[in-house]
């Protein structure tokens, strides 16, 4: 009897091997099917110029874009394959396998949407165009700890024919924006002219370096004076947990401009990325953003005070075991992660 137990036991051991073996085979062969009958099937990109990208117009003529990479596993795919490996430990393979089956649209709806599991959207990101803005748009979506982009830069382009947002739009208005274009143009001209008095071309500089380094100097000279509502453009690349949270923060903005952006970018993202986005509103969330953006997010202290430093974070009993490191740092590295902190 006992014997027969053993063999019994070996038995089902046996069988229970074979079956995990062939589902991971299985799996292994079902994913390389599935994505080569999609590369012999998919209609193949010629050019960049047949992406379609999602797209919004704003009131003053500038516009808001999605951009669409044309990737064959999109920001939700790839967001939804990182997702799988805390499901599961069958590893890439078997993932990509659930991905052609069922596809990311209804994982994600579910698990990032419905049950909140804000890390899966750390892992698909996404790039937004923002053209034709005021500064200040630009100003509030970089005002974000983790915002990551590129903006015009006012210390290589020229600004003295940019258009300017004007939201009073009377002639009194339009007169005091004009005194600043013609106070940037001329300024520009008569710093560019000083510049080679203070500073001479060196003997090893070239004349084309030179000059172009002079430019970009009275260009960051006279930028402080461009007005605000100097229009520009900009690059946001995010991921969908960070945008769907600064959205909620810019759509309560006390800028009107900067909610019609804030509007445009969740539109055009519910479009792009409708199973991620989905303007979900929480009353009491909605309230409380609104309130502290609207009575807290602007610096309004009519006589500010010096700046004064109360205290600071140095360890100074840190400071002697790591003088060789700081003493002995070769340009363009950065500091271990111990001594960033202070």
Request: glycine residues 4%; hydrophobic residues 40%.
């Amino acid at each position: 009897m006992h014997n027969f137990l053993l063999t019994v036991s070996a038995t089902l051991e046996n069988a229970r091997i074979f079956v995990s073996t062939f589902f991971v085979l299985a799996s292994r062969i079902y994913c390389q099917k599935i994505l080569l009958f999609i590369h012999n099937h998919e209609v193949p990109m010629k050019s960049v110029a047949e992406l379609k990208h999602v797209q919004r117009m704003l009131p003053n003529g500038g516009k808001v874009v999605i951009l669409n990479t044309g990737a064959l596993i999109g920001p939700e795919a790839e967001a939804m394959l990182q997702a799988l490996h805390s499901r599961s430990v069958d590893g890439i393979d078997a993932h990509l396998a659930v991905l052609a089956k069922r596809g990311p649209e209804n994982f994600m709806e579910t698990f990032y949407v419905g049950y909140g599991h804000k890390s899966i959207g750390d892992c698909g990101t996404i790039t937004v165009f923002i053209e034709g803005v005021s500064m200040l748009v630009a100003k509030a979506i970089q005002d974000w700890a983790l915002y990551s982009g590129q903006e015009v830069s006012t210390r290589y382009v020229d600004f003295a024919k940019q258009s300017f947002c004007d939201p009073c739009g009377t002639a009194p208005s339009r007169a005091i924006l004009e005194a600043w274009r013609s106070f940037y143009v001329h300024g520009f001209d008569a710093v560019l002219q000083g510049l080679p008095q203070r500073f001479p071309r060196q003997d090893n500089e070239e004349e084309k370096v030179y000059r172009k380094a002079l430019r970009a100097y009275a260009f960051d000279i006279m930028r402080s004076f461009l007005p605000a509502g100097a229009m520009t453009n900009l690059a946001w690349h995010t991921n969908l947990r960070q945008s769907t949270d600064n959205l909620a923060r810019l759509r309560h903005h006390p800028l009107p401009e900067v909610r019609a952006v804030a509007c445009m970018i969740e539109d055009a993202a519910c479009e792009a990325f409708p199973s991620s986005f989905k303007k979900k509103r929480y009353e009491d969330t909605e309230r409380y953003n609104e309130e502290w953006m609207r009575e807290h997010y602007y610096f309004t202290a009519s006589s500010p005070h010096d700046f004064v430093c109360a205290n600071d974070t140095i360890d100074r009993a840190q400071i002697a075991p790591s003088r060789s490191m700081l003493a002995g740092r070769p340009p363009k590295t950065e500091l271990p992660s111990h001594l960033k902190e202070w």
